[in-house]
């Protein structure tokens, strides 16, 4: 088992490796005191894991399960309201405790909640997706959905303890395993050329535990320097402003945002090499991995419309955009780039 120490206002750690659910219980009850606790989770995630989860705690704990239905349309108001009467029902106070037990979706919910409910409560994470064991569950960004727009109403809030048990990954769709994959590539691309290298090797059980605390090493290092998202924590954001595009050009349904996140760094990439800022071959490298790890790299939003689908033709043409821009592997770079410019850029000029 990897620790990984995540130094932030209120520092806590990460946990990787094999059958931690089984040990969810101890390892918890190490960290946090409390008397109840609430399991959010999932419909997809309970059948599988929340026994197990369940099964690891001693019995002088109370223990409630929420589930919430599967997929992103519940990281919403109506189903936050439901868990806060729920928490209020069941009569948790402010020493008591709430675990995610799911995705990035019950993870920002439930991290919101437990930030918001009787002024904040303690809250522990285990991601069982791999988007959500590298990215979603470290950093401390929660949130819901609102009908304008994503992750609109949220909070910095961090957990007292992450649990990845890279043993969930086993049962992702596999358009799911490969969108975190697209996460870990960009992780290696800002970052790490050892990583970048490990990617090609064949994944074991070991080499992915390593991958995962990699990765989560990676953002924690960029969170510690910037835990509000004000400067650094950007070049998280390598691949996402066209990946964005091509996700809501695509209604949201026919890429995971990890694939659409592959599409946006090869794109980028070869953006930045048509500009002379990287030289073709490293956008090549990129495109060879993503395609190993089963992830589309043909950016398909015709060229006329990036621009727009982009959402700065409704801005001032005198704004500035800051794109993340790479020489080569671990040298990424925030560009400021005026709008007039972007657009030149997208067309390959
Ligand atoms: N807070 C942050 O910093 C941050 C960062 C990135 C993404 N996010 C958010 O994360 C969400 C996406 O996360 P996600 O990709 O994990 O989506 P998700 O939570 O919807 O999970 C994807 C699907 O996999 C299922 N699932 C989860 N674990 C499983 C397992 N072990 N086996 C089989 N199926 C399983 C889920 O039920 C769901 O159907 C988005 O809402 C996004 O905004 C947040
Ligand atoms: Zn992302």
Do not use: W
Request: net charge negative.
């Amino acid at each position: 088992m990897q620790r990984i120490p995540i130094s932030t206002g209120a520092p806590y750690e990460v946990l990787v490796g094999q059958q931690l659910l089984e040990q969810a219980g101890t390892l918890i009850e190490h960290v946090v005191s409390f008397q109840k606790a609430v399991i959010v989770t999932d419909d997809k995630v309970a059948p599988l894991y929340l026994e197990k989860v369940l099964a690891s705690f001693s019995d002088q704990y109370h223990i409630e399960v929420f589930v919430l239905p599967n997929g992103e349309s519940s990281k919403c108001e109506s189903e936050l309201f439901r868990l806060f009467s729920f928490l209020c029902e069941k009569g948790l106070t402010r020493t008591d405790l709430l675990i995610a037990l799911g995705g990035g979706v019950v993870g920002d919910l439930c991290g919101f909640a437990a930030s918001c409910y009787l002024r904040g409560i303690p809250f522990v994470q285990i991601p069982t997706t791999l988007l959500a064991q590298v990215d979603s569950s470290v950093g401390g960004k929660t949130a819901i959905d609102l009908p304008q727009g994503k992750n609109l109403v949220g909070t910095f809030y961090q957990p007292k303890l992450v649990l990845c048990d890279t043993d969930t990954l086993n049962t992702l769709e596999p358009a799911d395993f490969a969108g975190g994959m697209a996460e870990v590539i960009k992780y290696a691309c800002i970052a790490d050329r050892a990583l970048f290298d490990t990617l090609h090797e064949p994944l074991s059980d070991e080499r992915l535990v390593h991958i995962i605390s990699r990765c989560i090493e990676i953002k924690a290092q960029v969170v510690a320097v910037d835990e509000h998202d004000t400067g650094l924590r950007m070049v998280l954001n390598f691949g996402h402003t066209i990946g964005h595009a091509v996700e809501k050009y695509h209604h949201y349904t026919d890429y995971t945002h990890g694939e659409a996140v592959a599409i946006g760094m090869v794109k980028i990439l070869t953006l930045a090499a048509a500009a002379g800022y990287c030289p073709a071959s490293f956008a090549d490298e990129v495109e060879a991995l993503c395609k190993l790890h089963h992830l589309p790299t043909v950016c398909d939003v015709p060229e006329e419309e990036l621009f727009a689908v982009c959402g700065l033709d409704k801005k001032n043409a005198g704004d500035t955009i800051r794109i993340i821009l790479l020489k080569t592997i671990g040298e990424a770079s925030i560009v400021p780039m005026k709008h007039d410019r972007f657009r030149d850029f997208l067309k390959g000029n």
